[in-house]
């Protein structure tokens, strides 16, 4: 008689703690789906998604165009750094972009100044190279800072990053040698950039991302000339995966 009353307080005990486990299981997914930036915040959870990007060239490369798509990963490496309103907290991410064209103007003849034999300058036409431009790009170093708010479901960020771009023909175009798409600049070019944009949660573990970054590109003198992009505005849509 005793032993059955042992067993059932035992299994009354059993039975509490279960349902203090599944009280305390329901309370913390509850505040993970009121608050998931907390969350992620807490816990530096991993980033990773797809993204895809439009932008336009700036001043005397306002006709230039731009699609890239890539995917990104990231990942918070401190807890959060208290600094009055610049409080928040250091990511380290990067991205890689197999999608990256560039759309110019076809190719066509610019006028130009030109020097004669005797000393004379004169306008001249010469030919410049233009059209679709296709490469890849990867982006190894992304700075982020995340901004402390008191938002539940946006995460607002500002970055500073740093690229490497290949073109499969040498961009952007320039004067031509020869009747080509290839000017005198330089497969290879650099892509400098700094940005903003928020985490928008959708659910404790999802978000959609949109961000805005300033980009310039750059050969770093690596080919004959160097004009570059001096600046262009890129707008990135995402959607990111948190772990």
Not at 148 to 153: D, F, I, N
Request: glycine share 12%; with cysteine; charged share 10%.
């Amino acid at each position: 008689m005793r032993q059955t009353r042992w067993f059932v307080w035992l299994i009354l005990l059993a039975g509490a703690v279960t349902a203090g486990a599944q009280a305390s299981g329901t309370a913390s997914t509850e505040d993970d789906a009121a608050d998931p930036v907390a969350r992620v915040r807490k816990n530096l959870s991993w980033e990773y998604g797809p993204f895809v990007n439009w932008g336009t060239g700036v001043g005397d490369r306002s006709s230039y165009k731009f699609f890239w798509g890539g995917f990104e990963l990231g990942k918070p490496l401190t807890p959060v750094v208290q600094a009055g309103i610049f409080s928040g907290q250091f990511e380290l991410a990067g991205n890689i972009m197999p999608l990256w064209q560039a759309y110019t103007p076809a190719p066509h003849e610019q006028e130009y100044t030109c020097g004669t034999p005797s000393g004379q300058t004169v306008t001249c036409l010469l030919p410049v190279g233009g059209g679709t431009f296709r490469g890849v790009s990867l982006t190894p170093v992304i700075l982020r800072w995340n901004f402390l708010t008191h938002a539940r479901r946006v995460q607002p960020w500002f970055q500073a990053a740093g690229g490497l771009i290949y073109t499969t023909h040498k961009f952007p175009p320039n004067l031509l040698s020869s009747p080509t798409i290839d000017g005198g600049t330089c497969v290879w070019n650099f892509s400098p950039q700094g940005g903003f944009g928020a985490h928008f949660f959708t659910a404790p573990r999802r978000s959609i991302d949109v961000g805005v970054n300033a980009v310039h590109i750059s050969s770093a003198s690596l080919g004959d000339r160097n004009p570059g992009v001096n600046a262009s505005i890129q707008v990135q849509v995402g959607y990111t995966f948190w772990k």
